[in-house]
Structure formats: structure tokens, C-alpha cells
């Protein structure tokens, strides 16, 4: 087994001269830096010689073949799966400073600080140590919650995120550990792993944050007739979308749908269009919380309506192999979440880690809108492949 760890290390430490270029071109140079989907990126805690690890980061570029794989929990052990193909342009990995670096309240710190992984209280600690200044305290930037053998994920601590270092307007490949500086709208998004796909979803339109507090309030609950207003405005500005959200609704869509409801007359046009349906007694609950099978459900029939607009039959196309979860074998939307997973990912596991899903949890705003951006990207580069 350890040389089987000796051999994928030895492997990914293997960098290439066009990665080593990505490092640091002059001490005066003036970098800044690019805000990422949080769940492309990942740290990983590699064996390194007898007992040691050190820091490897791992991009997922595409969606072409998964880059690692996640199993358990307090650690979790990651598969490093780029190993077992060609992952050029799927795939990047990050294995030394060339790579990586520090970067703390819109400062570069890689010059004056060394990322290393220890061994403290039973886990492992990701750190940043000052090599100009010794007495500097340590920073510590993520741990493993747990030992295992193998490779672990170390989860960033609160405020720490990824980000990809710029010059001149240029991103460039070296990946930040980034504290503060956000470049983010709301102030309460920057350490969210769903931060960027927030940012794309509220610049389309379809989301919004609130101007009171100039919040988004990420873990927030979403309503069914919230998540139904937010998908529809997202379908209205697909290309090709010729129809008009109705302003008014002709009757009540539902019992429990007034007519003057502001949702009433979104509600009414999903219902004809078979992008949402009520309950066994006539009411659709405008009110209650969604669940995150639920909005799986929902997304699957927005993104068939979607096809129809391009005049395609409601059939959705796989874009990558199917997502095991560990929690939704016996689960009523089951084969949804599934072919969901298929679709861009749609379906994920609970905030990117692990194998579950946790389809009777209420879905949150995050990913609420990750999950609605993800459908409609799918939904886009299908039209424009069969172009």
C-alpha cells in the first residue's frame, strides 16, 4: 500500500514546464486575483516518504471524467482518480510553491510563507509558517478532522477559499489560499463553496440578494413558489425562449393559490407547461420549504421544457457518467437524482463532499442557485453542440 502511495505522489509531483512558468515572475510585480467555483478545487493531505504529507491541490477543469473521488468522512479519503488517464485539460494538480501560495487581505504571501502539513492532536493541520520571521504565529488554514491512510481532504477553515492568481489582467495558473480581499457582490458569500456559481446566477437574473443588508443569504431555505419564480426567469433568457412570463393569473392555479398571489400567475403557466405539480388534495403549498429531491425533480422538467424550446424532443443527454450516492437507493426520486447527476452535475452531493445527498434535507439558496445555473449552462451548450 505504500508504495502504491509512493508511486501516485511520485506521479503528481511530476510537474510540467509549463506549470513551473505559472510561478512568480519578479518580487515587484503586482498580482491580484480571480474568484473560482469553490468545487472544482481541492486540497488534499498526500503521503509523502515514511510518515510525512504535503500539500497537493487538484482543479477540475472539465466535466469531461472526474478528477478524485471522496469516500467517508472525518477524514475523508480521496481517490486522486487523474492518475488513471491522460488528464490534460480535464485535470490540474498543484504539488509545490510553483503551484500554490498564500494570499491574505489582498497581499501575496508566497515569498514569505511555506504551506506545510503536520500532524497535531490526532489530525492533520494544514499551515502557513513565516520562514522570514520564526516568531510569526503559524496560520492555520485547514485540517483533516481525522487520520486515515492514504490521501485525505483537508477542509479550509471559516473564510479561506481558492482563488487563481492574475497579472495584468491575466489569470494564471497558481492557485491562492485566499483569506479576505473578496471581490465578491454579498458579504456573506466569500468563504461559501457555491460563491461563483452565486455570483453567474445573480448576474443573469434569475436570483437575487437583498439590498437591506447587501446579503444572499446562502443558507437560507427556499419555497416552492420562490424556487418556481426563480427557475421560470432563469428558462425566460435561454436563447431561443420566445415566451412572455404572464404578470396576472386567469383563476386560481391551485386551492391554495389565490389569484392575486404575486407567484399565482408563475405557478399557473409552470403548471400548463408541466414544469411543476401539486399535491394529491389540490394544493401546491406555495409556503413549504423545498426539499432538495424536490428541486431535482424540478429541474429535470424545466430543463425538458428547455429541449422543446429548441423545437427537441423533452429527452435530456448525458454529459458525464452517472453520480452514486450512498442515501437515495430506496428514495422516491431516486432515478431523478440520477440522471440529474448525469446532467452537468446537477445533482451533487451535500456542499460538494462525500457520497451523500441527503434528498429529504431542505435545499438551500446556494445551491438553489448552482443547481439552476448548472441546468441552464446544459441546457446551452446542448443547443449550440447540435448547431
Not at 440578494?209 to 426567469?233: C, H, I, W, Y
Not at 383563476?251 to 405557478?267: C, L, N, Q
Not at 424545466?302 to 450516492?325: D, W
Not at 428514495?331 to 447527476?341: D, L, N, P, Q, R
Request: with cysteine; net charge neutral.
Amino acid at each position: 500500500m505504500k508504495n502504491s502511495w509512493r508511486q501516485k505522489i511520485a506521479a503528481l509531483a511530476t510537474v510540467a514546464i509549463s506549470t513551473i512558468g505559472a510561478g512568480i515572475p519578479s518580487i515587484a510585480a503586482t498580482f491580484g486575483q480571480q474568484e473560482v467555483t469553490q468545487s472544482q478545487f481541492i486540497a488534499v493531505a498526500a503521503p509523502f516518504g515514511e510518515r510525512s504529507h504535503q500539500l497537493l491541490i487538484i482543479e477540475q477543469k472539465s466535466s469531461q471524467r472526474p478528477c478524485w473521488s471522496e469516500s467517508g468522512s472525518e477524514p475523508v479519503v480521496v481517490e486522486p482518480l487523474l492518475l488513471n488517464f491522460d488528464f490534460s485539460g480535464i485535470c490540474g494538480r498543484s504539488t509545490d510553491s510553483n503551484g500554490y501560495s498564500i494570499r491574505r487581505e489582498g497581499i501575496d504571501l508566497g515569498i514569505q510563507y511555506l504551506l506545510r502539513v503536520v500532524k497535531r492532536n490526532n489530525e492533520l493541520l494544514l499551515i502557513g509558517s513565516n520562514i522570514k520571521n520564526r516568531r510569526e504565529p503559524e496560520i492555520v488554514i485547514g485540517r483533516t478532522n481525522g487520520l486515515a491512510e492514504g490521501f485525505l481532504k483537508i477542509e479550509l477553515e471559516p473564510e479561506w477559499r481558492f482563488t487563481k492568481r492574475t497579472l495584468d489582467g491575466k489569470t494564471l495558473g497558481h492557485i491562492y489560499l485566499t483569506f479576505g480581499d473578496s471581490s465578491f457582490t454579498f458579504v456573506d458569500i466569500a468563504s461559501d463553496i457555491y460563491a461563483d456559481e452565486i455570483q453567474q446566477a445573480v448576474k443573469l437574473g434569475f436570483i437575487a440578494g437583498f439590498k437591506e443588508d447587501n446579503t444572499f443569504r446562502p443558507q437560507a431555505t427556499l419555497t416552492r413558489e420562490q424556487l418556481v419564480s426563480m427557475v421560470l426567469e432563469g428558462l425566460s433568457q435561454l436563447p431561443g425562449a420566445s415566451f412572455t412570463l404572464p404578470t396576472q393569473a386567469s383563476g386560481r392555479p391551485y386551492r391554495d393559490v389565490d389569484a392575486t398571489r404575486w407567484s399565482a400567475a408563475k405557478i399557473q403557466w409552470a403548471r400548463e407547461n408541466n414544469i411543476v405539480s401539486g399535491y394529491e388534495d389540490g394544493t401546491f403549498r406555495p409556503t413549504q420549504p423545498v426539499t432538495r429531491a424536490e428541486l431535482m425533480a424540478l429541474q429535470r422538467r424545466a430543463a425538458e421544457f428547455a429541449q422543446t424550446i429548441e423545437g427537441k424532443q423533452a429527452v435530456l443527454v448525458s454529459s458525464q457518467p452517472t453520480r452514486e450516492f450512498s442515501d437515495i437507493e430506496s428514495h422516491w426520486a431516486a432515478s431523478v437524482i440520477k440522471e440529474m447527476s448525469s446532467y452537468c452535475q446537477v445533482a451533487s452531493p451535500f456542499n460538494e463532499t462525500g457520497n451523500a445527498f441527503l434528498p429529504n434535507n431542505q435545499a438551500r439558496r446556494n445551491y438553489a442557485a448552482a443547481a439552476t445555473l448548472r441546468m441552464l449552462n446544459c441546457v446551452k451548450s446542448g443547443a449550440s453542440s447540435s448547431n
